[in-house]
């Protein structure tokens, strides 16, 4: 089985590429992992440009999507919603059928008051245009404090990582 891993953050060593790290390391035996770091290389979306040739970046994501069995996405909320970045990402998606029916999860590790729940309902919602298979036992908010990110980058908490551990087994069943 392969896993593919979609980090929303382009802040380098931010929590979310630490909880996909981390998970990088938790998956259940058998499962390969491949942390897709292309984010922030994608042109911006343009329906005009959604046809072959795709642009360079975009065929490199959906030809990863394609090879992928399963997709977990980590993303922050910004300013209420999706980062622009994240949420273009995902607009190219939507004309792509590499998704339609994959096995879905997401990590929502945000300490905020609100939990970055509009974020991740946005997400929800988009998925639902891909067609994605979203694993409700996969979708999940841990919270992950920046302290218990080691200085290798990885989650050094137990707790978490056994709670990302069992998200991963939900999602490659």
């Known amino acids: 089985m392969r896993l593919l891993l979609v980090c929303g953050s382009l802040m380098a060593g931010s929590v979310n590429e630490a909880a996909l790290r981390t998970a990088t390391h938790v998956v259940p035996e058998g499962v390969e992992t491949d942390l897709y770091r292309g984010l922030a290389a994608l042109p911006h979306f343009n329906p005009d440009h959604d046809h072959d040739p795709l642009p360079h970046g975009v065929a490199d ?7 992928a069995d399963a997709l977990l996405f980590c993303t922050p909320e910004y300013a209420g919603a999706l980062p622009g970045p994240f949420k273009n990402l995902l607009d190219w998606t939507v004309g792509g059928v590499e998704i339609g029916g994959k096995p879905t999860g997401w990590i929502n590790v945000s300490t905020a008051s609100t939990g970055a729940l509009p974020a991740h309902d946005s997400l929800r919602r988009v998925l639902s245009y891909t067609g994605a298979k979203l694993v409700e036992e996969a979708c999940a908010h841990l919270p992950l404090p920046r302290h218990l990110v080691g200085p290798d980058g990885l989650v050094t908490d137990p707790a978490f990582r056994r709670e990302l ?3 991963l087994v939900a999602l490659t069943a």
């Open 165 to 167: 551990a069992l998200r």
């Open 61 to 67: 994501l959906r030809a990863r999507i394609a090879l």
